[in-house]
Structures are given as C-alpha cells and as structure tokens.
C-alpha cells in the first residue's frame, strides 16, 4: 500500500463540455426555404410611420417606403426573382440590416435613413 494519498480524487472530468446543441438532424429538412427578405414596409400616413404589407405596397406606387428595420429606402419589387415572391428591396443595400441580402451579421442604422 503505498501512493495511495488522494485516493478520492480519480480522473473524474465534468462532464458538461461535451457537444452542445447538437441534439440530431431535425434542422436539415427545413433549410432551403429560407426567407429573410422583407415582406413588409413602412410608409408615412398622418405624419408617422405606419407597416404596410407588400401586396398592398405593389399597388401604392410613388410613396416613399422605409425598411421597418434599419429605416433605409425600400421599394417593392414584385416579380419573383429565383422562385422568391414578393419582396421589399432596399434601394441601397444595407450590411447592417438583417432584411438586406449585403447583411453581414451585425445590425446598424440604415445611412440614410428616410425619417
Ligand atoms: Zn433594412
């Protein structure tokens, strides 16, 4: 018997760092229909800022629309692009806003923001 002094202590790692959030392949099948685009806008009536959805903004016309997010100029654009229906597109593409497709994941003010 000898070296025995600490014998409570084996290799007994925490087994809390194993592999998180990985908890099966549920997510595979619902990727390829991802919409981040803009199907809503906001337009100005009575002196504020109100949503409008893009089915209604297709027929407005000549009213300046706004992104609800980042607030920069956006513009219905209706014709399907890549099977995509209806959608908002910024008139200047913003990287800070989630609803743009040069986002680049970190979210700011639009740069020329209608207000
Ligand atoms: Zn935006």
Redesign the pocket.
């Known amino acids: 018997m000898a070296g025995d002094a600490g014998s409570s202590a084996s290799i007994a790692a925490p087994k809390t760092q194993r592999f998180p959030l990985v908890t099966g392949r549920s997510s595979d099948h619902i990727a390829g229909m991802t919409e981040p685009l803009?199907v809503t806008c906001e337009i100005q009536s009575g002196g504020k800022w109100v949503p409008l959805g893009i089915n209604d903004a297709v027929k407005e016309g000549e009213v300046r629309m706004r992104?609800?997010?980042?607030?920069?100029a956006?513009r219905p654009n209706r014709d399907a692009v890549n099977g995509m229906s209806a959608h908002f597109e910024?008139e200047l593409g913003?990287s800070g806003?989630?609803?743009?497709h040069a986002y680049h994941g970190v979210r700011s003010r639009?740069p020329k923001p209608l207000t």
Do not use: A, Q, R
């Open positions: 803009s992104c609800p997010e980042c607030c920069g956006v910024h913003h806003c989630s609803l743009s639009h």
